[in-house]
């Protein structure tokens, strides 16, 4: 029999057991959501850890030159961890180069989304976009890279570029300066700053800047070395035009360059070199009109030369004109001088 003191003790502990059974009772669910929360977080880790992998496994094929690899890595990264900034980059480099640059241009607007601050972002993007023809865009996008890093000169580059594409060159000439000014040793910034100082006729400039570019490559470029001649061109310096197109065809003959060489000849004085010319220039390409042309003013030349007796070099000349003009119809010089000599 339990006596009144015992009860006491009973009915005194029993709360106590009560809360510490309800305490462990609890403990159940709250000990099991630790181990749910741990459980993802350690998920969340390993995805995490597997996007890492996967981009630095297509980096290593990027290194090989293994492109498609290198965009399939990119993508499954993508997958596992959309955050991921350098994925999306990757991916929007291998899509350009395979040549998909409008798959590119989402990719690299998604790094964008991610990281608004990284000037090469918005670089990246606005090439992209200037391949897709979208020029307007793509001047915002490199004026946005060059906000970020005014000293980047490919930045500075391709915006001028971009400018004269949409045939703004006051707007292009600063951007190409400060290429120049940034990278002088860039031959790629001074050919194009060449070009729009042609572009305003800026010639003597223009040469200064072929000129410097043609030190600093070997070999020279075709498309160099025929731009310098036709700022020479502009200059009159008809003997200096001759000897760069002599050294242009020496590797790369084409219908142009002789046709150039031609006209060259002919303003010196040089006639018989001059028809030589036109005539390898038609060898080339039966449709360079320019050297129709070019035969035309000599023969028409030669008629004026005897005194307007030679018919025959004055016939000759209006039917190389009416040749010219069925490949190309609009050129009014020409039909003034078929005009006045028919």
Not at 94 to 99: E, F, G, T
Not at 255 to 265: F, T, V
Request: charge should be negative; charged fraction near 25%; proline fraction near 4%.
């Amino acid at each position: 029999m339990i006596d009144r003191q015992a009860r006491t003790r009973l009915r005194t502990s029993a709360p106590a057991a009560l809360i510490a059974a309800a305490a462990l009772m609890a403990a159940g669910p709250l000990l099991a959501g630790c181990n749910a929360g741990r459980t993802v977080t350690m998920k969340k880790q390993a995805t995490s850890q597997a996007a890492d992998d996967a981009a630095d496994q297509a980096t290593a094929h990027v290194r090989l030159g293994d492109t498609e690899s290198a965009l399939t890595e990119f993508e499954r990264a993508i997958e596992l961890n959309p955050l991921m900034t350098r994925a999306y980059i990757g991916a929007g480099d291998q899509y350009m180069a395979l040549n998909d640059a409008e798959t590119a241009e989402v990719r690299y607007t998604e790094a964008v989304r991610l990281d608004p601050e990284n000037p090469r972002i918005h670089f990246k993007r606005g090439q992209a976009l200037q391949v897709l023809g979208r020029i307007g865009e793509a001047i915002r996008a490199y004026l946005t890279s060059l906000e970020l890093d005014p000293t980047d000169g490919l930045a500075n580059m391709n915006v001028s570029v971009a400018y004269m594409q949409a045939e703004e060159p006051l707007l292009a000439r600063p951007f190409a300066e400060r290429a120049v000014f940034v990278e002088p040793n860039n031959a790629a910034a001074r050919i194009n700053l060449g070009s729009i100082y042609a572009a305003m006729d800026e010639h003597r400039r223009a040469v200064d800047e072929y000129q410097q570019a043609a030190e600093l490559v070997d070999p020279i470029s075709p498309e160099l070395l025929v731009n310098l001649a036709e700022s020479l061109r502009a200059l009159g310096e008809d003997a200096q035009v001759v000897n760069v197109l002599d050294q242009l065809l020496r590797t790369n003959e084409s219908a142009l360059a002789w046709e150039r060489r031609g006209a060259a000849l002919f303003r010196i004085g040089d006639f018989e070199g001059a028809l030589t010319s036109f005539d390898r220039s038609l060898e080339l390409d039966p449709e360079h009109y320019p050297a129709l042309n070019g035969k035309g003013v000599h023969n028409l030349n030669e008629f004026i030369r005897s005194d307007n007796t030679d018919t025959t070099a004055l016939q000759q000349a209006l039917d190389f004109f009416r040749r010219s003009l069925q490949i190309e119809h609009r050129q009014p010089r020409v039909r003034e001088l078929l005009s006045r000599f028919s």
